[in-house]
């Protein structure tokens, strides 16, 4: 007997690969684009230096400086930030196809090249790939390269790490409960 007979009405993946995206699709793509490219607090290109959170949200620095001195000015989703002892600066790999005026120009955010990659993989810092921080040393790189590699010293600065160092970047609900618990624990560590 042939095995795997369906007669062919399952479709190939180039097929599938091939069919366009939808318009919700691409609205998500320009949220993910917007949440990567912007500070969390202004809503504004992100500025360096950049800092992220516990909870893996990115900030330029500076304004959230500002937004400490007046804690009334900071968003609700922001509050477990108490100083800047609660959010940890990044070293950040520049991405050498990012032009500088790049952020000047008209269209969406997701169409455009973005200033950050991994430093393992090259992998765009945009919103498409998973990106986590090391809290110890504020490294950034991709997901996949932290698992590929599967050390615990830091691909970019050689520092060790321990897995509660690791921020998801822009996680989903699932990452943000595990973020929460590390949270505490560096919290208790203090
Ligand atoms: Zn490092």
Same mark, same amino acid.
């Given at each position: 007997?042939?095995? *795997? %007979?369906?007669?062919?009405?399952?479709?190939?993946?180039?097929?599938?690969?091939?069919?366009?995206?939808? !318009? #919700?699709? $691409?609205?998500?793509?320009?949220?993910?684009?917007?949440?990567?490219?912007?500070?969390?607090?202004?809503?504004?290109?992100?500025?360096?230096?950049?800092?992220?959170?516990?909870?893996?949200?990115?900030?330029?620095?500076?304004?959230?400086?500002?937004?400490?001195?007046?804690?009334?000015?900071?968003?609700? *989703? %922001?509050?477990?930030?108490?100083?800047?002892?609660?959010?940890?600066?990044?070293?950040?790999?520049?991405? !050498? #196809?990012? $032009?500088?005026?790049?952020?000047?120009?008209?269209?969406?955010?997701?169409?455009?090249?973005?200033?950050?990659?991994?430093?393992?993989?090259?992998?765009?810092?945009?919103?498409?790939?998973?990106?986590?921080?090391?809290?110890?040393?504020?490294?950034?790189?991709?997901?996949?390269?932290?698992?590929?590699? *599967?050390?615990?010293?830091?691909?970019?600065?050689?520092?060790?790490?321990?897995?509660?160092?690791?921020?998801?970047?822009?996680?989903?609900?699932?990452?943000?409960?595990?973020?929460?618990?590390?949270?505490?624990?560096?919290?208790?560590?203090?």
């Amino acid at each position: 007997m042939e095995m *795997g %007979c369906d007669g062919g009405t399952i479709p190939r993946r180039d097929e599938l690969v091939r069919v366009k995206k939808k !318009p #919700e699709a $691409k609205d998500k793509d320009a949220e993910l684009a917007f949440k990567w490219r912007c500070c969390t607090i202004t809503q504004e290109i992100l500025q360096e230096p950049i800092v992220v959170c516990h909870l893996g949200k990115l900030y330029s620095k500076m304004a959230l400086i500002e937004a400490l001195l007046d804690r009334s000015t900071l968003p609700e *989703g %922001c509050k477990h930030i108490k100083s800047l002892k609660d959010v940890k600066d990044l070293k950040l790999t520049v991405n !050498p #196809e990012f $032009k500088k005026d790049e952020d000047k120009r008209e269209g969406s955010l997701d169409n455009r090249a973005v200033p950050y990659i991994c430093p393992v993989l090259g992998l765009e810092m945009n919103g498409k790939f998973r990106f986590v921080a090391v809290w110890s040393c504020g490294c950034v790189f991709s997901e996949r390269a932290l698992k590929e590699i *599967g050390t615990n010293t830091c691909h970019k600065c050689t520092k060790p790490f321990e897995n509660d160092d690791i921020v998801i970047i822009n996680g989903i609900d699932e990452d943000l409960e595990i973020m929460k618990q590390r949270m505490e624990i560096r919290q208790q560590k203090k």
